[in-house]
């Protein structure tokens, strides 16, 4: 069975105070993993894929990296627009990938100015 | 471009009640999907469709029924609702599923009585 744990569960950071969070997976052979931000009320929000052990993805303050066991969200001099729940999910290589995500609880982030 | 639009954005049903969620994407995806989150858990796969006219079931499909006459149109339906079904539907869509990020749209919030 695919598994996705993510941690902390909740974290609290400074604007300006770097920090990384993780999304350690079990899967069956992995056909991509995904980061997604949730704003309150709002839908998943699809930021990175990653597809090997190795890749990493950049997007403004966000940097994704990705072993054979776990992936990092690290988060550069984040901003107070940057809180939000940030969720991490794999995709098996087993049903062509059209049998869904399994997802993480996410990670709720808060940024206090 | 409006992406993947769900209707109703709140429900609340009486147990025993039946109701169908919308979701259309403008964006001709072929694959839809279905998920549930409730807290403390992750997003869970209900029903997905790999174009018109093909569906399968998810990790959660008891319950639900789904059909795909068009690429844009993708409905849940609620044969006879139950407190369990008590949760916030999201609908996603994506042109290739497990290796494309999904679109997801903003959630219908239901509540069964």
């Known amino acids: 069975e695919d598994q996705v744990t993510q941690s902390p569960e909740a974290l609290r950071l400074q604007e300006g105070e770097s920090s990384s969070l993780n999304c350690s997976y079990t899967v069956s052979g992995l056909r991509g993993l995904f980061w997604y931000r949730q704003d309150p009320g709002k839908g998943p929000e699809f930021l990175f894929t990653l597809y090997s052990a190795g890749e990493e993805k950049e997007k403004e303050r966000l940097k994704a990296t990705l072993t054979k066991k776990e992936s990092f969200l690290h988060i550069t001099a984040p901003k107070p627009e940057d809180s939000a729940t940030y969720l991490c999910a794999v995709q098996a290589d087993s049903g062509g990938g059209a049998d869904g995500l399994t997802f993480g609880k996410g990670t709720h982030l808060i940024i206090q100015p | 471009n409006a992406g993947v639009t769900q209707t109703p954005k709140f429900q609340v049903l009486k147990t025993g009640q039946s109701m169908t969620l919308q979701c259309a994407q403008d964006?001709?995806?072929?694959?839809m999907s279905w998920y549930r989150q409730d807290p403390g858990m992750g997003l869970r796969l209900i029903h997905y469709?790999?174009?018109?006219?093909?569906?399968d079931q998810g990790e959660v499909p008891n319950g639900y029924n789904v059909s795909r006459s068009t690429t844009e149109d993708f409905p849940l339906r609620l044969l006879s609702a139950a407190p369990s079904q008590t949760s916030v539907y999201f609908c996603?869509?994506?042109?290739?599923?497990?290796?494309?990020?999904?679109?997801f749209g903003s959630g219908t919030r239901l509540t069964v009585v």
């Open positions: 996603a869509s994506s042109p290739s599923p497990g290796t494309v990020g999904y679109t």
């Open positions: 964006m001709n995806h072929e694959y």
């Open positions: 469709s790999v174009g018109a006219g093909i569906t």
